[in-house]
């Protein structure tokens, strides 16, 4: 069948040494076919990520720094993980720079550093990762790592929230509420809290919504129909 023609079109490429090939055929062992777990091999998978990882593909250095991270495949291994992120950043990977970031802001199995947490978060941010601008937001709500100012905050949550970050659009709502880093804006504020409860009831319907997402709409169902809303802050999407 199809599936087949193309995974020994892949092998066949990948022992050629072409690192395209090799990742996706790792990409195939590490996801099964049609994504059936009973069908994954994650060590086949990490081989041959590592081989092209090796012969410098960004995104098979991702994936296998994630394979480090969660012990699939590989023993897990933060020093490794943080190799492979750091080689995938360095070559343009949107997603590398929020992965290493996150680990230095909660410490995640190595010491907690919030100036080099923000700092790769910065490099995530000017990639356009909603993850990184969202997480850049609460560095500077908080002060982590730089100094506390509301007013970026607000504005790195603004661009989260326009690529769809939940958590930033209800950060936004709040922060128009209230006036954090803006000036207070009630009608602005109600129309961020309709655009998050239109946009998840959709995805409720479809069964599609997350723990965080379920959360996160009950909230802005329930702001939007009282007369003040509370101050604190959400969490990540």
């Not at 490429?13 to 990742?23: F, P």
């Not at 995640?108 to 990762?129: H, N, V, Y």
């Not at 970026?152 to 922060?175: C, E, R, T």
Request: hydrophobic share 30%; charged share 25%; net charge positive.
């Amino acid at each position: 069948d199809g599936f087949t023609e193309t995974k020994q079109t892949c092998l066949k490429l990948a022992k050629g040494d072409d690192m395209i090939s090799q990742y996706y055929l790792a990409r195939i062992y590490h996801f099964g076919r049609h994504h059936e777990s009973s069908k994954r091999d994650h060590k086949r998978a990490a081989q041959w990520y590592l081989k092209s990882a090796n012969n410098g593909y960004h995104k098979a250095q991702y994936s296998l720094a994630i394979l480090y991270a969660i012990g699939k495949g590989v023993k897990k291994d933060t020093k490794e993980k943080l190799k492979w992120l750091t080689l995938a950043a360095n070559q343009g990977n949107k997603q590398a720079p929020y992965q290493i970031g996150i680990t230095y802001y909660f410490g995640k199995d190595t010491q907690r550093d919030d100036r080099l947490a923000a700092r790769w978060m910065e490099i995530g941010s000017s990639l356009g990762d909603k993850k990184a601008l969202q997480t850049m937001g609460e560095i500077y709500f908080f002060g982590n790592g730089v100094k506390k100012n509301k007013v970026k905050a607000h504005q790195y949550w603004i661009k989260s929230a326009s690529k769809g970050s939940y958590s930033s659009m209800l950060n936004v709502a709040i922060n128009y509420y209230h006036g954090r880093g803006t000036q207070k804006d009630y009608r602005e504020s109600r129309k961020q809290l309709v655009r998050i409860v239109t946009l998840l009831t959709r995805k409720k319907r479809s069964n599609a919504l997350s723990k965080l997402q379920t959360q996160i709409l009950g909230k802005s169902e329930y702001y939007i129909g009282q007369r003040y809303i509370p101050s604190n802050i959400s969490t990540y999407d």
